[in-house]
């Protein structure tokens, strides 16, 4: 394959559980610049969220964020492409969510929002602690989350964290049913995320290539969960994680190694060796 681009996913796929990058990953990204590949992040996290080793490695240009909302150039400083949610629809969902049993969140020009109520609440909830401390880390606190939303110029994605984890499946075909100008995803055991339904990682892939020129038969990406659907399947070559869910498995053209095991290492070994 004469792959010109790499799209990575980054919980659970480029960064390991320490949400650190394996040195074994690092070693591969670099042969891969080295070799000319254009190397872009494309995670649900915001821009703001993005870990500091991400920010640290000097080959990454672009960064796909926000599950797809955005894809922003660092050189440059600026945003080259977006797809938010519409203001009215943006509040009529956060509504909605908020009849439901969880706490909701808000990416909003580049950052992360949350209610200052519902951030004390958080730690009531089960996630792991590192979790926990992200959110803490990475949500700006604020008196009223639907004002914050209404005064937002672009808002990027929308999250419930469930108090119950069962009633995820459900929650989401109500969602869906209800907003039809959404994109309603998962990324971990207890959540909902909430897009316009022109982003998503395969569109924001498809819209950077053809800023760049590039083929997306040109392309591999990597993915662990349901949000990374839509790259492995705009990507030439669509690669799992062996953690990955079982339908990101069946739907790629590849499955490599978990990320505890360096599998982006593996993979793109192999694709630097055809």
């Avoid at 108090?163 to 499946?169: D, G, I, L, V, W």
């Avoid at 399947?233 to 069946?250: F, K, S, T």
Wanted: one cysteine or more; hydrophobic letters at 45%.
């Amino acid at each position: 394959m004469d792959c010109r681009l790499i799209a990575l996913d980054l919980d659970g796929t480029l960064l390991n559980r320490e949400k650190q990058i394996p040195p074994e990953n690092l070693a591969a990204l670099e042969k891969a610049h080295r070799a000319g590949i254009v190397l872009v992040p494309a995670s649900g996290r915001s821009r703001a969220g993005i870990p500091d080793c991400v920010k640290a490695a000097p080959y990454f240009r672009y960064f796909i964020t926000s599950n797809g909302a955005s894809v922003w150039d660092r050189a440059r400083g600026e945003e080259i492409w977006s797809a938010p949610i519409a203001p009215e629809l943006a509040l009529r969902a956060l509504a909605a969510l908020g009849e439901m049993d969880g706490e909701t969140d808000v990416y909003a020009d580049g950052g992360g929002l949350i209610g200052a109520a519902s951030l004390k609440r958080l730690a009531e909830f089960p996630m792991p602690a590192r979790q926990l401390a992200y959110i803490r880390a990475t949500r700006r606190p604020v008196a009223s989350l639907r004002d914050a939303v209404a005064a937002a110029r672009s808002v990027e994605l929308m999250q419930i964290l469930l108090r119950e984890p069962a009633q995820k499946q459900a929650l989401i075909a109500r969602l869906r049913e209800q907003f039809p100008g959404l994109s309603v995803v998962t990324s971990m055991d207890n959540n909902i995320e909430l897009n316009s339904a022109r982003a998503g990682k395969g569109a924001a892939l498809t819209a950077l290539c053809g800023l760049l020129g590039i083929p997306t038969e040109q392309t591999a990406a990597f993915g662990d969960e349901q949000n990374d659907l839509p790259m492995l399947r705009a990507a030439g070559l669509g690669i799992a994680m062996g953690n990955a869910q079982p339908e990101v498995r069946a739907a790629a053209g590849l499955v490599t190694g978990t990320n505890e095991e360096a599998g982006v290492a593996q993979a793109i070994f192999r694709l630097l060796e055809n």
